[in-house]
């Protein structure tokens, strides 16, 4: 049975939160007072279930079904995980976590989106206090992994230790703030970085678009990948940290900075960046420039999951996770997966070098299920493809789901014959189709060679069983 997670307040971020658990395996249920919460949650869906399925090779869980409850208790019934997602009021929050409590298990997390309080206010007056951490992701939620857990001193180990375990296996990353404070880590450098650009737009120096140019050509890209100190180590040159710090320490006292004053959020100030907004992107609708971001930020994870560096890692892990051993079924299921942004072409469908990944993967993981897996490839065998004859018989899009279905056609000796189909998970249509002959090969002599006995076993059972079939 699916396990259950429960949304209060379904607007920007709960509508993130909703998708990202359904889209897990998880079933998720959402109060939000508002009449629209469904309508809008449906439009986060429809982004997050295009978007999240394209980081991975492997195929995700079962989606979970969302549903709507016209009382708070109904929606928080049998729910191991609670991210209450409301306005940013403090009043709002203590009075939504009185009726939380009220009905749901003492053993749930219950856990607040809040940008800026600290746990110790949100736990103030509460029931048990100790059942209320801080779990505070960023938007598009469904896609960035970052989540700052913050436990405050009285959140129980227990409460913090699940929320951990959920967190993770959701495929985000909790980074745990081991003091509470105000508007939590990532927050601060938002804020500041916010500050500051008001300050140059109010003082007439650069325009909204110069800045997130500023921004998107330059450090931005750094960021992504190496966070900040990481970067400015690097920037020391072969002299490192020590090096940077007595260059630019200095600078600490310069005028380089205005984030000790507060801009003051005059009506001309708000028209003023409004306009310059509007004049940048105004042309795009939101949900537009919501797809934007998701197939940009899509194509940069990926790429970072390629190097195994930063957020990359976390997919990685996250598709070991989700991968499974192959059944052994004639014809044998041995890639779901679905086409992601970054393998269209300029035709906007799948590239025809594509097919020939999908169908090596699909032989890969037949490899590993016959016993020729990475140990037994480090121990100096494998097998190499000799010749692939592929059919090109439909396109297919970015954000589809295909999969590929093989059958051993020859298994004898050093010799394996593979057949796939790629099929389109939502009608069935053959896509393409695959001929693979492959040797086994010594990786020592680089020259073909028998199988290990375990091997080639596996190989002529599977050939026989689909010969058969
Ligand atoms: N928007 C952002 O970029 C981020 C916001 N947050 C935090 O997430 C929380 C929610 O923010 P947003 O989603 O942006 O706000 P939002 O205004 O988009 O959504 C809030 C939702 O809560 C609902 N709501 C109001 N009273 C409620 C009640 N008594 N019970 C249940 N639902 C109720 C509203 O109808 C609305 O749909 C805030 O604490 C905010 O600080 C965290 C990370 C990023
Ligand atoms: C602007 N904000 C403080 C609501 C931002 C966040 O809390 C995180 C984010 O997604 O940028």
């Not at 079933?27 to 997050?48: F, L, N, S, W």
């Not at 103030?124 to 779990?135: K, L, S």
């Amino acid at each position: 049975m699916a396990r259950r997670a429960a949304i209060i307040g379904g607007g920007v971020i709960g509508g993130g939160w909703a998708a990202r658990f359904a889209l897990m395996g998880w079933e998720v249920r959402v109060y939000d007072p508002d009449p629209e919460a469904e309508r809008k949650i449906g439009e986060v869906m429809a982004g997050a279930v295009r978007a999240l399925p394209m980081l991975f090779e492997a195929p995700m869980p079962a989606r979970g079904a969302i549903s709507f409850h016209d009382s708070l208790a109904e929606a928080v019934e049998g729910a191991e995980y609670i991210q209450e997602s409301v306005p940013e009021r403090l009043d709002l929050k203590h009075k939504v976590y009185a009726e939380i409590q009220g009905a749901c298990d003492p053993g749930a997390v219950l856990a607040s989106s809040t940008s800026g309080f600290k746990p110790s206010q949100l736990q103030e007056g509460a029931a048990r206090p100790g059942q209320i951490v801080v779990a505070h992701p960023f938007n598009p939620v469904y896609l960035l992994p970052l989540v700052e857990l913050v436990p405050g001193e009285v959140a129980a180990p227990d409460i913090l230790e699940k929320a951990r375990e959920i967190l993770t296996g959701i495929g985000m990353y909790p980074l745990h703030v081991r003091a509470e404070i105000d508007a939590h880590i990532a927050d601060r450098f938002l804020e500041a970085v916010w500050r500051e650009a008001l300050w140059l737009v109010k003082d007439g120096i650069a325009t909204t678009e110069e800045i997130d140019n500023a921004i998107r050509y330059g450090f931005g890209l750094r960021w992504a990948q190496m966070g900040l100190f990481e970067t400015y180590r690097v920037a020391g040159g072969e002299a490192g940290m020590r090096h940077f710090m007595a260059q630019f320490g200095p600078c600490l006292s310069w005028p380089w900075t205005r984030l000790t004053d507060v801009p003051e959020f005059t009506d001309e100030l708000v028209d003023l960046i409004t306009e310059q907004s509007d004049a940048q992107s105004g042309h795009m609708s939101i949900r537009d420039l919501e797809r934007l971001r998701d197939d940009n930020l899509v194509a940069i994870l990926r790429a970072l999951k390629m190097q195994g560096a930063a957020a990359g890692r976390l997919i990685r892990a996250q598709d070991d996770r989700m991968r499974g051993p192959l059944e052994e079924t004639v014809p044998m299921v041995t890639v779901r997966r679905v086409v992601p942004v970054d393998w269209t072409d300029l035709n906007g469908h799948m590239n025809e070098g594509r097919y020939g990944q999908v169908f090596s993967d699909a032989s890969e993981e037949l490899m590993t299920h016959v016993g020729a897996d990475q140990a037994y490839i480090d121990a100096g065998n494998s097998y190499f493809t000799a010749e692939t004859n592929i059919k090109y018989l439909a396109e297919t899009l970015a954000g589809e789901e295909i999969f590929v279905e093989t059958r051993v056609t020859l298994g004898e000796g050093k010799k394996l014959r593979l057949w796939h189909e790629m099929k389109r998970a939502s009608d069935g249509e053959v896509l393409a189709t695959g001929d693979q002959f492959m040797l086994h090969v010594s990786l020592e002599t680089r020259r073909s060679c028998p199988p290990l006995d375990h091997v080639r076993e596996n190989v002529e059972r599977l050939a026989r069983m689909h010969a058969e079939a």
